[in-house]
Each structure stands twice: as structure tokens, then as C-alpha cells.
């Protein structure tokens, strides 16, 4: 079974904007339910958990400044990671600010430090934008060596992402962030006036790492296993031309996360 979280003021759910996840995850024999609890017992009736795009309370629904608190609670946290150790999977999906700074105490936990800001690569993408052309996505790939070689990326040539955010990871880098690649970290989601900028060259979009008993995967970007139309009309998603890979790297993420063999 693999357990979506829910309660947690999520962006994305898995009966709206990753229903297309789902049904990935349902094909590939993969029981999908819904949660909005993280309490050991409820865990450890499944076999992997998403998380996806969860915010606090003081960020929702669109109140998108500084400061950005947690979204999960120390008890959650310590939770999370016991489940882990004791050999769940979890699948961790941030995204651009605030998304990454609500999820940063418990990406922390396994090792992973966000820049809660707007991260791409300026030779891919001029700026962020809302919706993306198919040449503006950004691109991970083996044949520039940004998409590593890993049994979750069998199958996989390229990785489209849409934005996102950035972060350090001691574990697995699975897409890594090019020399050229920067993090705008406003005090307002979308508001890019005078805005700091961060180097993240080097940086990932991506990581899996083992925990214990278990596994994780973290990803900075949530928008790569939708899809959606942006209001200007264009695909942004799994949907987009250019992401035609993306929904290989759902099931294979969700495969390793469980134990499976990744067909």
C-alpha cells in the first residue's frame, strides 16, 4: 500500500492534481489511499508514504511570505523517521518557496537542507515563470551527466522539472543542478524584485538515499508527476512534450521505495 498524506494542507492531492499519479501507481499494481494522519500504527499499515507540497497553517492558502514554518510537527518528524528506520519508504515532494521552507525541518531529518526559494538554470530557463515553453523547461539528463545512473533511473534519459526548488543532500544525487544554476529567494512567492540570489551549482532536484531499514527520495519539484495546463494553456506536467520520462520515474521511485524490483 502506499499512503498519501493529506493532512497537511497539500498543494497537490492525489484525487486532484496527482490523480494522473495515481493511476501510474494503480497500474502498476500499487494499492493508492489517502491519509491525513502520521501516527506509527497508520504507517506501518503501508508500504511507502508521499508527501507532497505540504504548507502551515500560516501560509495557507495563499499567503505565500516570509517567515515560513514547518508544516510538520517535532512529534511528526520524529515519527516519519522511526518508520523509516524500522524499513518504510518515504517520497518527499517539495517545491518552489514556500513549499520547500514548510517541508525543510523534516527534509532535514534525512539529511536534506533547502534553499526555500526559486531555483533553474539560467541557461535553460531565462526567469521563473508561471507557465513554462517546451524550451524553458528544465532539463536533467545523462547525456550532460546532471541525471545519474541508478536503478531509479532505469529507463529514464531525461527528467523535465518546472522550477522547483534546490537543495544539499548527503545522500544520492540523482539530478544535480548545473554551474549555472542560481536560487531566487524572495520574501514573497513570485515577487522578484531585488530578490537574493543563490549559487546552487551542485546542488539537486533530486536524491534518494537508504535509512535504516528503509528508503527515501526527495524531490524538489512537484509539478514533473501532474499533469496540468497552465491558464496560459500550455502542458506542465508528465503531459508536457518534453517530459515524456517523468511518469518512468514515478513508478521506479515508488518500486525502489517499496522494495520491488524496478521493471
Known amino acids: 500500500m502506499v499512503l498519501f498524506d493529506q493532512g497537511h494542507l497539500n498543494y497537490h492531492r492525489i484525487d486532484g492534481s496527482y490523480a494522473a499519479f495515481g493511476r501510474i501507481l494503480a497500474a502498476a499494481n500499487w494499492e493508492v489511499q489517502a491519509t491525513s ?8 499499515r503501508g508500504r511507502v508514504l508521499v508527501i507532497v507540497s505540504a504548507l502551515a497553517s500560516a501560509n495557507y492558502p495563499n499567503n505565500w511570505r516570509l517567515p515560513t514554518p514547518s508544516a510538520f510537527s517535532s512529534d511528526e518528524i520524529n515519527t516519519v523517521r522511526q518508520w523509516v528506520e524500522e524499513g518504510g519508504g518515504l517520497l518527499l515532494i517539495t517545491d518552489h518557496m514556500p513549499f520547500a521552507g514548510a517541508a525543510a525541518d523534516l527534509a532535514a531529518a534525512f539529511g536534506a537542507r533547502f534553499s526555500n526559494g526559486f531555483a533553474f538554470d539560467e541557461k535553460q530557463l531565462v526567469f521563473p515563470k508561471r507557465c513554462l515553453n517546451p524550451s524553458e523547461v528544465h532539463v536533467f539528463s545523462r547525456s550532460d551527466g546532471s541525471l545519474a545512473s541508478h536503478v531509479v533511473t532505469t529507463g529514464v534519459d531525461l527528467v ?28 514573497s512567492a513570485w515577487n522578484f524584485a531585488s530578490t537574493p540570489r543563490r549559487p546552487v551549482a551542485g546542488w539537486q532536484q533530486g536524491g534518494v538515499k537508504v535509512v535504516g531499514l528503509g528508503r527515501v527520495a526527495v524531490f524538489g519539484e512537484a509539478a514533473m508527476f501532474t499533469e496540468q495546463n497552465c491558464s496560459a494553456g500550455e502542458a506542465m506536467g508528465m503531459n508536457h512534450p518534453v517530459a515524456r520520462h517523468n511518469a518512468r520515474l514515478a513508478q521506479n521511485v515508488i518500486d525502489w521505495l517499496g522494495g520491488r524490483t524496478v521493471p
Open 37 to 44: 494522519q502520521l501516527d506509527l500504527a497508520l504507517l506501518r
Open 160 to 187: 523535465a522539472t518546472f522550477t522547483g526548488s534546490a537543495f544539499e543532500f548527503d545522500g544520492t544525487p540523482l539530478m544535480t543542478f548545473s554551474s549555472t544554476s542560481v536560487s531566487l529567494e524572495p520574501d
